[in-house]
């Protein structure tokens, strides 16, 4: 898809389709007024006619408006405009865009970027409107044989700024949102591919691949006769009832001074979670290849930041391996003694992410975090308490914790905290070993947290627990939505404007 930005009264387009607002109750935007005055009223007369009331979902194709010389007017419906906020301009953008693809229109120049959002000025604006268009447009389809080929898809798609003055911040903004999208799909890619391609071998493989195209970047990939020598013993007891090997990826990406200390970024990759012998049912089981989608979004967040090139340093560690119930799986009652040290007594062979997290957490001490973010679809709780909209956090540090809130409010891919008290630790004490690795059923997702910060307590860490926000369950979206890709990268944008402020 190609992206401009432009200004311009929307009579004068030449193009197949313009794309303008109608807010409720049958009220014409700044930009349709215009189109009305030209055409000597023939908006209103048709919002008087009640053919389009204005609610939001509702669109209008029209065709050959007199005094314009676009070949077909959209009218969009915006809702009412004193409520128009973030998730309403998204919607309309979303409607419109499906709509233009499906109608015929190969380009298209779209006003809506000129709607007033409150609160949001031109750059967030036009950021929403590129991530929105191309999340709205993306489909899985490279194992279908017959690709479902839409005969006039959109190709092109112009947005519309007041004024020239706002072109340099615009099209600022356009490079980012293209960016950041290119990282998404890159997230939802993997994650949407199956357990049987995406193994752990494969991650390596792509992060190689990565690697491979940006001066910035370098891997590491540890195989198992390193994890074993090293003792990464708690990422070793889950794998062990798989035939695929487990990995350790390092991606490293280094555009700041040498001394500075990286953001580490730890993505939970179980290529597949059958719950080893602590066996799930069978209903729904294929989700769970989506249980990588935490490496998924280090993967596509370090693709988008080595493409904008921010000056900073982050380090993504992805642990991989596959969790199934083989001769050789860990069983419950086992007891392993984790990369820290601390021993842990596996109750239940399903809480396996926490299990490779910890010893990724541990790993991690030696890049001398500055600050240590997981991302994990760690717990079914998570789903029931937050549902898909948004990202359990968990941190053991404050101003971490609102910088993460902030960035996923600013990208429209929001996190809520949960507390990290300690009076939930004592439900993770183990009778034979130093942790359980379960804390019973009350407050999951929170007790799986506390987990993790016993590998944490050295540095700033907070965990995300993206395990109902990183796919959509129902039938007809079902799919990764590749956060919080956007989250990640708004918060390293912030970091990189004020370690380097322009
Ligand atoms: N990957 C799952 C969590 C999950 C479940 C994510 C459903 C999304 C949807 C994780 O490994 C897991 O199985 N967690 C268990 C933990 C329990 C055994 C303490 C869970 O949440 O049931
Ligand atoms: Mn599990
Ligand atoms: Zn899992």
Known sequence: MEFNIKSGHPEKQRTACVVVGIYEPRRLSDVAKRIDEVSEGYLSSILRRGDLEGNPNQTLLLHNVPGTLADRILLVGCGRERELGDNQY???IKQAIRTLHETGSMEAVCYLTELNVRGRNIAWRIRQAIEVTQSALYVFDQLK???????????KIVFSITSRRELSIAEHASHEAQKI???????????????NICTPTYLADQVKILCSLHENLSCKILLEKHLEKQGLNALLAVSKGSIQSPRLIILEYRASKKNKNPVVLVGKGVTFDAGGISLKPAKDMDEMKFDM???????????????????INVVGIMPAVENLPGAKAMKPGDIVTSLSGQTIEILNTDAE??????????YAER?????????ATLTGACVIALGQHAHGLLSNHNPLTNDLLNAGKFSCDRAWELPL???????????????ANIGGREAGTITAACFLSRF????RWAHLDIAGTAWLSDKKEKGATGRPVPLLTQYLIERSREEHPA
């Open 90 to 92: 998204r919607k309309i």
């Open 145 to 155: 044989t017959k690709k479902e080929n839409t005969r006039r898809p959109l190709r």
């Open 181 to 195: 999208a290119e990282g998404v799909k890159l997230a939802k890619d993997l994650a949407n591919l199956p357990g």
């Open 293 to 311: 989608s935490g490496a998924a979004a280090v993967l596509g967040t370090i693709s988008t930041i080595a493409e904008l090139q921010l000056p």
């Open 353 to 362: 992410g926490r299990l490779i997290l910890s010893d990724a957490l541990t």
């Open 367 to 375: 890049y001398k975090p500055d600050v240590i973010i997981d991302i």
């Open 421 to 435: 008290w300690d009076d939930y630790q004592e439900q993770i004490d183990s009778r034979c070993a130093d942790i």
């Open 456 to 459: 944490t307590k050295k540095y």
